[in-house]
């Protein structure tokens, strides 16, 4: 009882997000000439999420490392906030 008062105290202050960048993969031309760009994602766990846009994205990811993307094209992104869960 003691340990899910204290893990709900600790969600309030203590804030984890998972966020899915989604990269432009390969170009595959097609038989009729259109075009098609695959997207392959990579995921990362962070504690802040500084700058989200589709070309500029900032985080600090769990081990207090910067990351910092920036593209050309726009990328797309999903954003989870996820609870927090002691660590191992």
Same mark, same amino acid.
């Given at each position: 009882?003691?340990? #899910?008062? &204290?893990? &709900?105290?600790?969600?309030?202050? *203590?804030?984890?997000?998972?966020? %899915? $960048? &989604?990269?432009? @993969?390969?170009? *595959?031309?097609?038989? !009729? @000439? %259109?075009?098609? %760009? #695959? ?9 802040? $999420? ?9 985080? *600090? !990811? %769990? +081990?207090? #490392? ?5 593209? $050309? #094209?726009?990328? @797309?992104? +999903? *954003?989870?906030? =996820? =609870? ?5």
């Amino acid at each position: 009882m003691l340990s #899910n008062t &204290w893990r &709900w105290i600790l969600s309030l202050f *203590v804030k984890r997000y998972e966020v %899915t $960048v &989604w990269f432009e @993969g390969d170009t *595959v031309l097609e038989s !009729d @000439g %259109t075009r098609s %760009t #695959n997207r392959k994602p990579k995921t990362y766990h962070c504690r802040k $999420v500084v700058k989200l846009s589709p070309k500029h994205i900032k985080l *600090v !990811d %769990t +081990d207090y #490392n910067k990351i910092e993307i920036k593209t $050309v #094209n726009p990328v @797309g992104y +999903d *954003v989870v906030e =996820k =609870k927090y869960t002691k660590p191992s």
